[in-house]
Structure formats: C-alpha cells, structure tokens
C-alpha cells in the first residue's frame, strides 16, 4: 500500500525581507524538529515593486536549492489599491485582495494541508483557513510587545476617548512599562487613520487563529508575552496559544561565507578586519531607511566630532518617496553616488576611521565581527535580534512601522540600548549634538550598563534556541498541536 501524502504547511508572508525570512526560517526549524513530517508550500504574491519582486525571486532561487521539501506556489497577481491612505492600509488592503486565490490554492492543495501560516498583514484570511477546515496560525515577525498593544487595541480605543496623540500622561499596554503616547507605532497613532483601523481589525483576527508564531523568546520579552498567556492584554477572552520559537535569524548564508576560503570577504567585512576589538559604531537602517540631504549633513557632523570609528550604510532616497510606484517606499537605486549624497570633504576627513557603504551591506556578518561595538539602528525586530544574537548594545533610531515602540522596549524595558531623542513631528529628524551624544554613550563609559545587558541578552537568545532551550520547546509543542491537527 502507498504511503500517505505528507501534509503541507501552506505559508502566505508579506514579501519584504523581515516578514519572508523570519517566518520561512521558523517554518524550516519546524519541519526539522518534526522530523520532516510535513512540506512546506509557499504562496508567493506578486510584490508591488520591482525591487521587493528580485529579493522575493532571489529568496525562491535559495530555498528551491536547500534541498527541503519546500515547493512554491504562485498566486494570480492582483492590482494594487491605487488610492491606499499609508502604507499599511495599501499593504494590508493589498494582500487581502489575494483571499480568493488563497483559497483557490489551499483547497486545491495535492496532499492535506497541515495548517494555513499568515503573515501579520494577512490576519483576516483566518476566516478563509476556517472555511476550509484548516487550521490557521498567524506569524508574528514584529515584537511580543507589538502583539500585546495590538491585542489589547480594541481596549484602549474604547477607554482612551481622545486621540492618542493628545492624550496627556502615559499608555498602559500590559507587560510594558507605562508607553507615552510619542512612542506608539505610526500606524497607531491616528484613530482616524485607515491605517489604524487595520491594526485594530488585524488584532482581532489574531484572536480567531489557532495559535500564533512569534519570532521571540520567553526570557527576551517576558512581561509582554505573560500578559498575553494570562489575559491581561485581552480580559475577559483567552488569546490562542503563542509559540515564542525565535530569536529566528537566517544566519546560515552569511556564516557559510565566511568559511568558504574561495570567496573574498565582502569589503565591508575587509574594512573592518583592520580596526580594533569593539571600536566601530555600526549604522544601518534596514531594508527601506534611507534620509533627506538636511539629515545626512547632521550626520556626518556627528560623526566627524565624535570621533569614533564608524560603518555607515547611505543609501539614497527612493525613486519615488511613497507615491503609487513604491507604496512600501523600497525603490532604491543601486548605488547611490557618495559625492552627491555626503558633504563636499567629508570622505576625504574621515578616510581609514570611517567607511560609507551606499548600498546593502551584509548587516548579519558585520553585527557578527568583533571590531563593532555599537549599533544605531531603525530598529526593525530582524535588526534588534541580530544585534543582540551578537550581545551588541543598540542607539535605536525609529523610522516607520512599529519602531517607536521597539525603541521604547530596547530603552526602557530590556535595557539594551541608549537612548536616541528624534523629532517626530520633523520625520524623525535627529540634530547632530543628539547623535553625537548617543553614540558617545553608547561607545563609551556611559554606555557600559547597555553593553552588559546586550550581552546577558545574547546569552538568552543562544540558550532559547538550543536543544531543550524555551523556544526549542515552543517548536515542539507546535509541531505537536500541528500533528494533532490543532
Ligand atoms: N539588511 C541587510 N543589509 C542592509 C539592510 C538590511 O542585510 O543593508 C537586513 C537585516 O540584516 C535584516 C533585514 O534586512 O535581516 C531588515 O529587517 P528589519 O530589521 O526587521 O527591518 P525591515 O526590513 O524594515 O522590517 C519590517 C519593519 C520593521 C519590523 C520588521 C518585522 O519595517 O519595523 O520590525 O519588518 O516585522
């Protein structure tokens, strides 16, 4: 008699980096830990740019080579809302327009579907996994304290009566100290916003999925993720099961370089060969940060006065800041010219102290070198966790998405990073004595508390992961409810 089909973990993340990556490569532990019981298939959107759309086809040229039973599936491409108000309302809006081709391809799956993995954004397919009888898991790519405000949204909406943004005091989201209102995540900010209606819809999917996937660990983030497992961040109604399995970095790659002797080190990991032990502040502001002509004079200010040894990653602006053409503002060009971008001199003034990098850099090999010391960083989770696999103390300079609030916990919660002052109200301007400050700190004597709990926190990460570690065991308790069809 023939074997029965293997069951298939059917994947649907957002197509940027931080969401693709992170939830791939926690499905792969998975599949590892349970014996490589089920496939994974992955349904690739069409992604709205053309940049996003070579990473997402690099990224599916790598897995189909990884010699996994991953297999890829294409959905229909769909037309992009022309008339998104930000862009997590177009994100959002976007992926939902893909529900019927979801559906389509799970019940039309060749083998059964073990369970439906939703990226944050495609929460609202729940309902889709629930039609089919399938389980659903959503993949929570961004903090355990993003998952406790966006669980307990609906409660704050309803006892906080003004805008946040008036609010005068502090926030209560369990797990967290007391939140003052210009910390919140953008798309929170604004009650009236669309975006912020999709936030709260999207937490309340959360609450119908079966269990929810977060790339965190139990001892990283404790305090938010007891105050979702015992009800505090939604009274009154239990949260589905959270499996904390990460920190879940993609490491592989960049190690696997490093050994091969045939491969030159890239020149930001030569460059860095040649300074000393902890010496170079890292500056790198994931895979869409990028500053206006009036920041990037700040900057090369502080870093000329502080004088610290520094990696810089410069990119240029997009092509298109946020208009139809890059809803996600990721359209880069390649290189961006240094001469344009950078004061008149300044590369010349800081020649062999300091290296200006205009395009991707390998953030995971340079985080991983012994002569950085420090990071500023827009502190993106991917960031945050690769800084801290590495014990590396953050100055987190929020940008977009949620990283207000990743800023609050680096600083005010976990202890891990220095304090950075940006002017919202100017898009995150930072003047040059700010940063100069922090990175001062950070470096130096008064940054040593930060040092020492980056590296406590490194050490939690590494013993999470490892055999019999807390997110070793969150795999297991997953892969088990995924057996038990739960
Ligand atoms: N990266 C590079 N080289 C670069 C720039 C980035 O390798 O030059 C990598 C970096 O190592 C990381 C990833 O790109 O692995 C960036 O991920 P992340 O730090 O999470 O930033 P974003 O790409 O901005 O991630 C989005 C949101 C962020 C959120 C994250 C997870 O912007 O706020 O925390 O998704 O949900």
């Known amino acids: 008699m023939a074997a029965p089909p293997t069951p298939t973990l059917v994947l649907l993340p957002e197509w940027g980096a931080g969401h693709l990556m992170s939830m791939l490569e926690s499905c792969k532990r998975l599949l590892l830990r349970g014996g490589r019981a089920f496939s994974i298939t ?23 080579a990884s010699g996994l039973d991953i297999r890829f599936h ?6 992009p809302p022309a008339d998104a108000a930000g862009v997590e309302d177009f994100i959002a809006r976007y992926i939902q327009l893909h529900a019927p081709h979801v559906r389509d391809a799970v019940a039309g799956m060749p083998c059964p579907v073990a369970a439906l993995v939703l990226d944050l954004f495609a929460a609202p397919m729940v309902d889709v996994a629930r ?8 993949f929570m790519s ?15 909406h309803r006892v906080v009566t003004v805008g946040f943004d008036e609010l005068d ?9 007391p939140v003052p209102p210009e910390c919140l995540p953008c798309p929170v900010v604004d009650k009236k916003s669309p975006n912020y209606t999709w936030f709260l819809r999207l937490g309340g999917s959360f609450m119908d999925a079966t269990g929810i996937i977060a790339n965190t660990a139990d001892g990283l983030e404790p305090g938010p993720l007891a105050a979702v497992a015992d009800g505090r961040a939604v009274p009154g109604r239990p949260a589905p099961p959270v499996y904390p399995v990460g920190p879940v970095l993609s490491l592989g790659s960049s190690a696997s370089k490093k ?18 032990p902890a010496s170079v502040v890292f500056l790198c502001f ?5 500053f206006e002509p009036a920041q990037v004079v700040e900057i090369t200010a502080a870093l000329e006065r502080c004088g610290h040894r520094f990696l810089w990653v410069l990119r240029g602006p997009p092509s298109s800041k946020s208009g139809a053409g890059a809803p996600d503002g990721s359209e880069h060009p390649t290189d961006a010219s240094l001469e344009e971008l950078l004061p008149e001199g300044f590369l010349r003034r800081t020649e062999g102290k300091g290296l200006v990098w205009p395009t991707w850099a390998p953030q995971k090999e340079i985080l991983a070198h012994p002569a950085v010391g420090g ?19 953050m100055a987190p300079w929020p940008l977009y998405a949620e990283q207000h609030l990743n800023a609050f916990e680096l600083v005010a919660d976990m202890g891990v990073a220095v304090p950075l002052k940006v002017d919202r109200k100017r898009d995150n301007f930072v003047e040059a004595t700010e940063l100069e400050r922090a990175v001062r700190c950070l470096m130096g004597e008064e940054g040593r508390k930060a040092r020492e709990k980056a590296a406590e926190m490194r050490d939690v990460c590494r013993k999470a992961v490892e055999n019999g570690g807390s997110s070793d065991a969150a795999l297991q308790r997953l892969s088990e409810a995924l057996h038990d069809g739960a």
């Open 131 to 138: 039609g089919l009888g399938v389980p659903s898991y959503v």
């Open 142 to 156: 961004s903090t355990g304290a993003m998952l406790a405000l966006m669980l307990h949204l609906p409660v704050l």
């Open 169 to 177: 005091g502090e926030l209560h989201v369990p797990g967290l100290p």
């Open 375 to 393: 990071f500023v960083t827009h502190g993106g989770w991917n960031s945050v966790l690769e800084s801290l696999w590495h014990g590396i103390p």
């Open 259 to 276: 050994d091969s002797s045939s491969e030159p080190p890239h020149q930001c990991v030569a460059w860095l060969d040649a300074q000393p």
């Open 286 to 290: 994931g895979s869409m940060g990028w």
């Open 42 to 64: 992955l349904l690739v959107m069409r992604p709205p740019t053309a940049q996003a759309t070579s990473q997402v086809e690099e990224h599916v040229r790598r897995e189909a």
């Open 74 to 79: 294409r959905l229909p491409a769909v037309d």
